[in-house]
């Protein structure tokens, strides 16, 4: 029977806590965005979904919290070089200090190889081990995952 009620216990949480945080009475929602195309339409909409997520939970009086996570072709989003969404990156992270860029090292690397040089990132992206690890991460700790 202890099994049991462990069991829905775990489940209860899990259920509850999937994409929200409540902390003295206020919300935080948090959503990770991932793009793995080197697709300027696919770039723009995961920065529309930033910014329409971002909207409406300020509409709400609830805050939001936004990880966009690039790995694969997706790099190129943060490319300093061929970025063709560099400027609305910079004026994002000016205007949202509640979204962060993390850009896949993996990626990163093996691009430089190839490069023969290393490539420099947009000072907006945030390097990390693994961009699809982060995402387990991100998933793990209650983000809700959006793909666009």
């Known amino acids: 029977m202890s099994k049991?009620?462990?069991?829905?216990?775990?489940?209860?949480?899990?259920l509850?806590?999937?994409?929200?945080?409540?902390v003295a009475g206020s919300t935080i929602h948090k959503v990770a965005i991932h793009v793995d195309q080197n697709d300027k339409r696919v770039m723009n909409m995961a920065l529309n979904n930033v910014q329409n997520v971002n909207k409406y939970y300020q509409s709400k009086?609830?805050?939001?919290?936004i990880e966009l996570v690039a790995y694969g072709p997706g790099l190129h989003m943060f490319r300093d070089d061929t970025s063709p969404v560099k400027s609305r990156i910079e004026t994002l992270s000016l205007a949202m200090p509640n979204l962060k860029f993390?850009?896949?090292g993996n990626t990163h690397r093996k691009m430089s190889?190839?490069?023969?040089?290393?490539?420099k990132l947009m000072s907006e992206a945030k390097m990390v081990?693994?961009?699809?690890?982060?995402?387990?991460?991100l998933q793990e700790n209650g983000f809700a995952y959006v793909r666009p």
């Not at 049991?4 to 899990?14: E, H, K, Q, R, Y």
């Not at 509850?16 to 409540?22: G, M, Q, R, Y």
């Not at 081990?129 to 991460?137: A, D, F, M, Q």
């Open 113 to 119: 190889k190839k490069a023969g040089k290393q490539i």
């Open 102 to 104: 993390a850009a896949c």
């Open 16 to 22: 509850f806590s999937a994409s929200t945080l409540s």
């Open 61 to 65: 009086g609830e805050k939001v919290v």
């Open 129 to 137: 081990p693994s961009g699809v690890v982060r995402l387990i991460e």
């Open 4 to 14: 049991l009620v462990s069991a829905l216990a775990i489940a209860f949480v899990a």
